[in-house]
């Protein structure tokens, strides 16, 4: 596509060019480390759908809109939005009402004048805590962040939704959980990585090809597919990493069935020994759905708080 179209952000009217976006949905589909694709007009799975369809339909979930308009701002499976505006502790839901706290300190704004939650890292205890129970009752869903990453401590944690229980030195452990960490040590890579863990399974761990970028905002999304049986890890709207949701012996198994998410935390983990998140919260989201890589590269290139 090459014509132009607008919408309101905040602020005055700002044009969006649509041949940008589409570039940047090329490089969505391109192929990666963990799943080899060739794009032709769309990006197939495994199903012989479109990445992210779990019928093996052309498409994901609509983000509304018709032929000629814009997207909607937001899909219609957000489930809720943490814009960090406003001022003291309260971390308001914009969508639902799972509002949270921000712990050791108090929301502030980021060089744009936008709200954001800046934590200080280390083992200070700075972090956002969600209410108890925010996600294993869903099926798919997609988490979505900005963050700006002072580049610390390898595993800091971005999300770590679970629970943990007192080991034998009395230090707590992460039971069952989610997370999403910025970088693992150099010894494994330096990398981004996703863990799941539940009590009757090993770990599952997926693995980016870098570590999160230092000092720059960055939008992550993790998608949990369970339709499809598959992780995902996008990066600024493209594919990172991709890993199937199996155990050892290669059987599929539901992500979120056996979650006790009772600790739902961004910026702290559930092992005691891991430093606090040091960096800046822009936005967080979470969707009752896993997004195709077209309706996360379209959400990367809109940027947080789109209004």
């Known amino acids: 596509m090459t014509w132009t179209s607008a919408w309101q952000h905040r602020g005055p009217l700002r044009a969006r060019t649509w041949g940008a976006l589409g570039a940047l949905l090329a490089m969505a589909c391109a192929p990666h480390r963990l799943e080899v694709v060739e794009c032709v007009e769309a990006c197939p799975d495994a199903s012989g759908g479109t990445a992210g369809d779990s019928s093996g339909a052309t498409g994901g979930a609509s983000t509304g809109g018709t032929a000629g308009e814009p997207p909607a701002l937001f899909h219609e499976s957000l489930l809720h939005r943490y814009d960090f505006e406003g001022s003291g502790t309260d971390v308001v839901d914009r969508v639902g009402d799972a509002h949270g706290t921000l712990i ?4 502030t704004v980021d060089a744009e004048g936008r709200g954001a939650a800046v934590l200080a890292g280390r083992y200070i205890g700075q972090y956002i805590e969600l209410p108890s129970g925010i996600i294993s009752g869903l099926h798919n869903a997609t988490f979505e962040a900005w963050v700006t990453w002072d580049g610390q401590r390898v595993w800091e944690r ?28 150099t010894s494994i890579g330096a990398l981004m990585r996703v863990g799941h863990k539940r009590l009757d399974l090993p770990e599952l761990v997926m693995d980016a ?8 905002r960055t939008h992550v999304a993790l998608v949990v597919d369970n339709d499809r049986h598959v ?3 996008f990066q600024n709207g493209q594919l990172v990493a991709t890993q199937a949701i199996v155990d050892r012996a290669g059987q599929s198994f539901h992500a979120f069935a056996t979650l006790n998410d009772t600790s739902n935390w961004l910026g702290r983990s559930q092992f005691e020994q891991d430093a606090f998140f040091g960096g800046t919260f822009h936005e967080f989201r979470i969707y009752g759905a896993a997004l195709s890589a077209s309706e996360i590269a379209a959400s990367a290139l809109r940027g947080p708080d789109p209004e």
């Open 104 to 107: 050791g300190t108090e929301l």
């Open 158 to 185: 971005i999300l770590d939704f679970g629970d943990a229980f007192i080991g034998s030195d009395g230090a707590w452990l992460g039971s069952t959980y989610l997370f999403l960490t910025p970088r693992t040590p």
């Open 209 to 216: 090809e870098a570590g999160l970028p230092v000092g720059t």
């Open 231 to 233: 992780l995902q890890l």
